[in-house]
């Protein structure tokens, strides 16, 4: 999710937004009146060198959430490796987050789709950084359509990225570990819709269900081995990856406003939050956490999951005239 339009800092006051289409001030400050309660901190929230040692494997890490994953994990530490399809954008972001935080962060090209590239990957990690302690699948696709209009192709597309390409990581580094005996946690990025299920996205919402089972039976499965499986579903997050996306497909913010309506913290989540979680996760202070789905949504799934939560939207002087007429009700 993208932050849209242009944002002009005020003296004293931090970011103020407004959103222009032309010349014209559509809304300032997107975000909900509550969001107030729920601001977001944006510092690390562990301590310092709590990865120092530590190797981190990261697909999709040249972008958005991965690359927001990365940075922490590098500041807090860690040697990273990130991995995806376009290797030039991969070292574009090593790069940068090396020259940041000091520490190494190496570059693999990719494509998850592939299982003998993945099985290379897999061997180039070990090769340069070691056995990972860290495992972040990440990597993924999605587009919106319309299920009667999806060709076999199309579904084949998504399953392959997401399904496949997250058994095909995390068969083939899991083997590595349990043949060195050695322990490492794996983190999977899925979605809210993975459990409820969605319409018009039904390639993806299928294949985030199979990996969260996948994840779930593997924490069961290969506790024995030291390996642990933990899964956050995001909700809609800020990243500068969608931006352009975004402006170009919401240029007065509607849907940004519609989606914060239903986000009772009354905000998106951002890139900093979410690699927060991610990092504790995968941090030695939740080596007792196992199997877990994490939501990371801000509320949304509770709201849009509750009959009668549309509800809120009742004012004072209605629920008075409600209560008066069930006092009136015979038998209350």
Known sequence: MAMLGRVFLTRGQGPRRFFSYGTKILYQNLEAFQ?????????????????????????????????GMTALLSSLGAQCVIASRKIDVLKDTAEQISSETGNKVHAVQCDVRDPEMVQNTVLE?????????????NAAGNFI??????????WKTITDIVLNGTAYVTLEIGKQL??????????????????????????????KAGVEAMNKSL??????????????QPGPIKTKKTKGAFSRLDPTGKFEKEMIDRIPCGRLGTTEEL???????????ASWINGAVIRFDGGEEAFISGEFNSL????????????????????S
Not at 275 to 285: H, I, Q, R, T, V
């Open 178 to 207: 349990i043949k060195a005996q050695k322990g490492a946690a794996f983190l999977a990025i899925t979605t809210i819709y993975a459990e409820s299920g969605s319409g018009f996205v039904v390639p993806s919402a299928s294949a």
């Open 35 to 67: 969001s107030k309660f729920f601001p977001p901190l944006r510092k690390p929230m562990l301590p310092p060198n709590s990865f120092q040692g530590k190797v981190a494997f990261i697909t999709g890490g040249g972008t958005g959430l991965g690359k």
């Open 125 to 137: 990690l070990i090769k340069v950084a070691g056995h990972p302690d860290i495992v972040i699948n």
């Open 219 to 232: 924490a069961a499965e290969w506790g024995r081995y030291g390996l642990r499986f933990n899964v956050i």
């Open 145 to 154: 359509s319309p299920t009667e209009r999806l060709s076999p192709n199309a």
């Open 312 to 331: 809120r939207k009742v004012t004072k002087e209605q629920w008075d005239t409600i209560e008066g007429l069930i006092r009136k009700t015979k038998g």
């Open 275 to 285: 690699a927060n979680l991610a990092a504790f996760l995968c941090s030695d202070y």
